[in-house]
């Protein structure tokens, strides 16, 4: 595949070679975005976060190089993407990574640290050999662990700053996933992980983070740098109106994410497996992908076509199955510390109402707006009460789905997010 030429240059740029970036524009700045977990442009998923990040320093005049896994980490699959090629103004770049089957546990550890000394290894050998130039700033995401320490050689060698884009909490969210051992016990055996985690919250340029408690977390290990909170954002997507018949017909309720050990399926799918039982006009659908596929799949098959379990779904179809839907699920465990997960922006893009078991932010949004009900994780009966609010009340699903997407307008337009996301990274790096 050709480059895109970069845009923002002011002067007619050479020709650049096959896969390597057109010469640096003029008075612009290079930047490098490492995530590996965000699905890449051309494989048909929704874009997201660095996505939509790298098209708006791009659309500011800079040039971007995306550096990302060849692993799919949602899906679980080796990408079958070029291990460089450039799209709408950028390059990506892949970088070889050990597949895991799980979110959970020692393969997914050590998959991100060779990921990690892989990307430094790659990405050296780009500038010694002149592919690449060195970059002004790189920004990072955060997990995984691993990726500052190798991002300090680049700041060493070349005088590159780095941000750390702060979008989950580790190592504490991992401990909250692990077998039940005293926390004090996995604190020691992986001290190296809190000492990673620090480093790179207190030696950071500077600090961006997709809510205000993971900024307080980055600021408790000691981080005092320049900061800013810049939530999840996603492609809010065109919606015709709901017919009134469409209220009265079988409720129908939708889960879109990972089927893993942090998501509280088993109380959701036994709530819905019940009111099925008992006559209750529902049924649920079910997109993603996981370590709990077979149990998820063996369960919607056991209840029958109430459960529809679809796998998977790229960004067209997932689009369909949702305009059909009313109400969306956060089963999420008590115990995580995730602030707004990225199925809250899906769910209220597309106006519907959402059942919710996370507390935190999220439950303080569903609760300011008016556009869901909270449960108790691991409650199956505070589950299918939550259900049988919208069930019975029809008038209340009607006023939440409005409220909820006024409230995704609001808060979760994915492309002022970015923009004024962008912005901040160059105007915070200005004289620096």
Not at 133 to 154: K, R, V
Not at 367 to 380: D, L
């Amino acid at each position: 595949m050709k480059p895109v030429p970069l845009r923002g240059t002011i002067e007619p740029a050479p020709k650049a070679r096959l896969n390597e970036p057109a010469p640096r524009a003029i008075l612009s700045m290079l930047f490098w975005l490492n995530s590996p977990f965000d699905p890449l442009p051309l494989e048909g998923g929704r874009a997201l976060r660095y996505e939509l990040l790298a098209r708006a320093l791009s659309d500011l005049g800079h040039n971007v190089v995306w550096w990302s896994s060849d692993f799919h980490h949602l899906r679980k699959v080796k990408r079958s993407l070029d291990s460089v090629y450039a799209v709408d103004g950028y390059q990506v770049r892949l970088v070889p990574t050990l597949p895991y089957r799980s979110n959970v546990g020692v393969k997914r550890i050590v998959s991100h640290r060779r990921y990690a000394e892989k990307w430094r290894m790659l990405a050296d050998k780009a500038l010694i050999s002149g592919e690449l130039e060195s970059p002004d700033a790189i920004i990072l995401s955060m997990p995984p662990l691993g990726l500052f320490d190798a991002a300090e050689y680049f700041r060493k060698t070349y005088g590159s700053r780095i941000i750390v884009d702060v979008q989950d909490a580790w190592p504490e969210n991992f401990y909250a996933l692990m077998p039940r051992v005293p926390r004090l016990v996995l604190e020691r055996i992986f001290a190296t992980f809190e000492q990673s985690a620090r480093r790179a919250y207190v030696e950071a340029d500077r600090i961006s983070a997709v809510s205000a408690k993971y900024l307080k977390l980055a600021q408790s290990y000691g981080s005092e740098v320049p900061s800013q909170v810049f939530p999840l954002g996603g492609k809010l997507p065109e919606l015709e109106k709901k017919s009134e018949s469409a209220r009265e017909r079988t409720l129908r309720l939708i889960y879109v994410g990972n089927l893993g050990a942090s998501y509280d399926l088993r109380t959701m799918l036994e709530g819905v497996g019940k009111l099925i039982g008992s006559g209750c006009d529902i049924s649920l659908d079910i997109a993603g992908d996981g370590s709990e596929r077979k149990f998820v799949s063996s369960f919607a098959e056991r209840i029958g076509q109430r459960i529809c379990f679809h796998g998977y779904l790229d960004d067209k179809r997932l689009d369909a199955v949702m305009r059909q839907c009313d109400v969306g699920i956060i089963p999420m465990r008590s115990e995580m510390l995730v602030a707004v997960p990225n199925k809250l922006i899906d769910y209220s893009g597309y106006g519907l109402a959402v059942i919710n078991g996370l507390a935190s932010e999220t439950g303080e949004l569903l609760e300011s707006y008016g556009c869901g009900v909270n449960y108790e994780p691991g409650n199956v009966r505070s589950f299918t009460n939550a259900v049988c609010c919208y069930v019975t009340d029809r008038e209340m699903l009607k006023q939440h789905q409005l409220s909820a997407r006024r409230m995704a307008l609001k808060r979760f337009d994915a492309d002022k997010i970015s923009e004024t996301m962008a912005r901040w990274i160059v105007e915070s790096l200005k004289g620096v």
